[in-house]
């Protein structure tokens, strides 16, 4: 079993363009959730998802979107991208539990915008 | 609101010593409480979590936390420390299953050889 994916693993964009990061879970998770990191900052939640076609807004959602149209698969979008979203993004999985079980985390897609 | 605590942004402890990694929080309700390592260039692992029940929690790498619901604290600790314990370490928070968690801001763990 491959856990969590994440795809592409290093990223540079210019302002303005676009992308799309991949998170893919091969657990059958019913929750599915997209952090950022950057130093001192810990991880914040930018949008989750608790099933397939549906989507949530979390701590830090502006300048991103998501879609959930599987399951397995959980794509975070960003439409222009800005300087402020260079950082290190975090995909994660966790039972039909929600919060209350514990995640699991692919390992990173480190994205720079110049 | 939900809010999790990691007072130090770093600590070093001797190879050997025991360890102590700091959390507090603060929530409304029953508190769901969670350890989590991240080593270099890779993605958080789960260490161990409280849901309720025993005070004191065992987890993976021979880490315990205690939970103490008077001083709102869930320390994170390690009898003997490796060097290979050397990563970053993050607490979160949740108070309820459509929560979202809330993670501290990490503390950074140094093992001295």
Not at chain 1, 8 to 18: A, E, I, M, N, Y
Not at chain 1, 29 to 39: A, F, G, I, T
Not at chain 1, 48 to 67: F, I, Q
Not at chain 1, 75 to 92: I, K, N
Request: charge should be neutral; charged fraction near 20%; include cysteine.
């Amino acid at each position: 079993n491959a856990g969590v994916t994440q795809t592409p693993k290093f990223r540079v964009l210019k302002t303005g363009q676009s992308m799309t990061l991949l998170c893919a879970q091969d657990m059958n998770h019913e929750y599915m959730y997209w952090y950022r990191q950057d130093p001192g900052m810990g991880l914040r939640l930018i949008h989750y998802s608790v099933g397939e076609g549906t989507t949530a807004k979390g701590e830090v959602p502006d300048g991103y979107n998501v879609s959930r149209l599987k399951k397995q698969n959980f794509l975070l979008g960003l439409e222009s991208a800005a300087p402020s979203q260079t950082s290190v993004y975090f995909c994660a999985t966790s039972t039909e539990t929600g919060s209350l079980d514990e995640q699991y985390f692919g390992p990173g897609t480190r994205l720079t915008v110049t | 609101a939900q809010s999790v605590a990691q007072p130090e942004d770093q600590v070093n402890v001797a190879e050997g010593n025991p360890l102590t990694v700091k959390c507090t929080y603060s929530v409304s309700g029953n508190p769901y409480l969670f350890w989590y390592v991240q080593y270099p260039n890779r993605g958080l692992q789960f260490l161990l979590k409280y849901i309720t029940g025993d005070n004191l929690v065992k987890g993976s790498y021979g880490f315990e936390a205690e939970f103490n619901k008077s001083q709102t604290s869930f320390h994170l600790k390690k009898p003997s420390a490796l060097v290979s314990d050397s990563a970053l370490y993050f607490c979160a928070v949740s108070g309820n299953r459509d929560d979202k968690i809330i993670f501290g801001k990490g503390t950074r763990l140094h093992i001295l050889p």
